[in-house]
Protein backbone atom coordinates (compact mmCIF):
# COMPACT_ATOMS: atom_id res chain seq x y z
CA UNK A 1 0.00 0.00 0.00
CA UNK A 2 1.79 3.29 -0.93
CA UNK A 3 1.11 6.64 1.47
CA UNK A 4 -0.10 9.50 0.29
CA UNK A 5 2.17 12.41 0.82
CA UNK A 6 0.11 15.66 0.79
CA UNK A 7 2.10 19.13 0.14
CA UNK A 8 0.45 22.62 -0.41
CA UNK A 9 1.10 23.30 -4.27
CA UNK A 10 2.40 26.79 -4.96
CA UNK A 11 2.89 29.55 -6.09
CA UNK A 12 -0.90 30.42 -4.58
CA UNK A 13 -2.12 32.81 -6.64
CA UNK A 14 0.34 34.92 -8.46
CA UNK A 15 2.99 34.15 -6.03
CA UNK A 16 6.40 33.04 -6.88
CA UNK A 17 8.18 29.62 -7.29
CA UNK A 18 10.96 28.43 -4.84
CA UNK A 19 14.09 27.09 -4.98
CA UNK A 20 14.17 24.31 -2.67
CA UNK A 21 16.85 21.64 -1.18
CA UNK A 22 16.31 18.25 -0.74
CA UNK A 23 19.33 16.60 0.94
CA UNK A 24 18.99 12.73 0.80
CA UNK A 25 15.83 12.31 -1.37
CA UNK A 26 16.65 9.56 -3.80
CA UNK A 27 14.93 6.71 -2.28
CA UNK A 28 11.35 6.55 -0.79
CA UNK A 29 9.79 8.53 0.62
CA UNK A 30 12.24 11.11 -0.05
CA UNK A 31 11.52 10.60 -3.90
CA UNK A 32 7.92 10.83 -3.47
CA UNK A 33 8.08 13.94 -1.97
CA UNK A 34 10.32 15.46 -4.28
CA UNK A 35 8.17 14.29 -6.93
CA UNK A 36 5.57 16.99 -5.33
CA UNK A 37 7.58 19.80 -4.97
CA UNK A 38 8.55 19.60 -8.57
CA UNK A 39 4.69 19.15 -9.74
CA UNK A 40 4.31 22.52 -7.43
CA UNK A 41 6.97 24.07 -10.23
CA UNK A 42 9.61 24.36 -7.72
CA UNK A 43 13.16 24.58 -8.71
CA UNK A 44 14.72 21.62 -6.56
CA UNK A 45 18.56 21.39 -5.85
CA UNK A 46 18.80 17.49 -5.10
CA UNK A 47 21.50 16.58 -3.30
CA UNK A 48 23.39 13.33 -1.61
CA UNK A 49 26.41 11.55 -0.46
CA UNK A 50 26.84 10.14 -3.73
CA UNK A 51 26.24 11.53 -6.77
CA UNK A 52 25.37 8.12 -8.44
CA UNK A 53 21.38 8.33 -8.00
CA UNK A 54 20.84 11.98 -8.44
CA UNK A 55 20.18 12.26 -12.91
CA UNK A 56 17.82 9.91 -12.24
CA UNK A 57 15.79 11.67 -9.82
CA UNK A 58 16.32 14.71 -11.79
CA UNK A 59 15.24 13.59 -14.80
CA UNK A 60 11.99 11.73 -13.63
CA UNK A 61 11.01 15.30 -12.39
CA UNK A 62 8.76 17.37 -13.76
CA UNK A 63 10.58 20.64 -15.20
CA UNK A 64 10.84 23.91 -13.11
CA UNK A 65 8.99 27.24 -14.58
CA UNK A 66 12.39 28.64 -12.69
CA UNK A 67 15.66 26.35 -13.85
CA UNK A 68 16.63 23.31 -14.72
CA UNK A 69 16.82 20.71 -11.09
CA UNK A 70 20.59 21.10 -10.08
CA UNK A 71 22.40 17.97 -8.38
CA UNK A 72 25.19 18.50 -6.04
CA UNK A 73 26.80 15.27 -4.04
CA UNK A 74 27.48 16.59 -0.65
CA UNK A 75 27.82 15.05 2.60
CA UNK A 76 26.29 16.69 5.00
CA UNK A 77 27.96 15.19 8.26
CA UNK A 78 31.27 16.35 6.53
CA UNK A 79 31.86 20.42 7.00
CA UNK A 80 34.17 20.49 4.24
CA UNK A 81 31.62 18.59 2.40
CA UNK A 82 29.22 21.22 3.17
CA UNK A 83 31.47 24.10 2.55
CA UNK A 84 31.76 22.74 -1.00
CA UNK A 85 28.02 22.52 -1.63
CA UNK A 86 27.83 26.41 -0.33
CA UNK A 87 30.49 27.62 -2.90
CA UNK A 88 28.49 25.70 -6.11
CA UNK A 89 25.11 27.16 -5.24
CA UNK A 90 26.89 30.57 -4.61
CA UNK A 91 28.75 29.87 -8.33
CA UNK A 92 24.92 29.07 -9.49
CA UNK A 93 23.37 32.07 -7.61
CA UNK A 94 21.10 29.90 -6.00
CA UNK A 95 19.44 31.24 -2.94
CA UNK A 96 17.63 28.15 -0.91
CA UNK A 97 13.85 28.57 0.00
CA UNK A 98 12.88 25.87 1.73
CA UNK A 99 15.01 22.47 3.07
CA UNK A 100 13.78 19.33 2.70
CA UNK A 101 15.79 17.04 4.99
CA UNK A 102 15.32 13.40 4.41
CA UNK A 103 17.03 11.40 6.94
CA UNK A 104 18.94 7.91 6.48
CA UNK A 105 17.09 4.84 7.29
CA UNK A 106 18.33 2.64 10.24
CA UNK A 107 20.48 0.05 9.67
CA UNK A 108 18.82 -3.55 9.09
CA UNK A 109 20.11 -5.02 12.32
CA UNK A 110 19.06 -4.20 15.81
CA UNK A 111 22.61 -3.30 17.46
CA UNK A 112 22.42 0.12 19.20
CA UNK A 113 26.30 0.41 18.86
CA UNK A 114 27.30 -1.00 15.06
CA UNK A 115 30.83 -2.22 14.52
CA UNK A 116 34.01 0.24 15.03
CA UNK A 117 36.31 -1.32 12.35
CA UNK A 118 37.65 -3.67 15.04
CA UNK A 119 35.97 -6.58 14.21
CA UNK A 120 33.62 -6.60 17.31
CA UNK A 121 30.00 -5.43 17.01
CA UNK A 122 28.89 -3.07 19.43
CA UNK A 123 27.27 -4.66 21.96
CA UNK A 124 29.89 -7.54 22.44
CA UNK A 125 32.56 -5.10 22.89
CA UNK A 126 30.47 -3.29 25.36
CA UNK A 127 29.99 -6.29 27.43
CA UNK A 128 33.58 -7.15 27.20
CA UNK A 129 34.72 -3.46 28.14
CA UNK A 130 32.22 -3.91 31.38
CA UNK A 131 33.39 -7.34 32.43
CA UNK A 132 37.24 -6.89 31.60
CA UNK A 133 39.50 -6.12 34.57
Do not use: W, Y
Not at 13 to 40: F, M, P, W
Not at 68 to 82: I, T
Amino acid sequence: MQAEVSLSARPAEGGTHEDNACVGGTGGIGRTVCQKLAASGDRLILSARSEAHLPDLAASLPPSSIGAHECLAADMADEESVLNFKTKLSSLAIGIDGLVLMLPQPHADTDAMPNNGSGETGSNRASSDRFSS
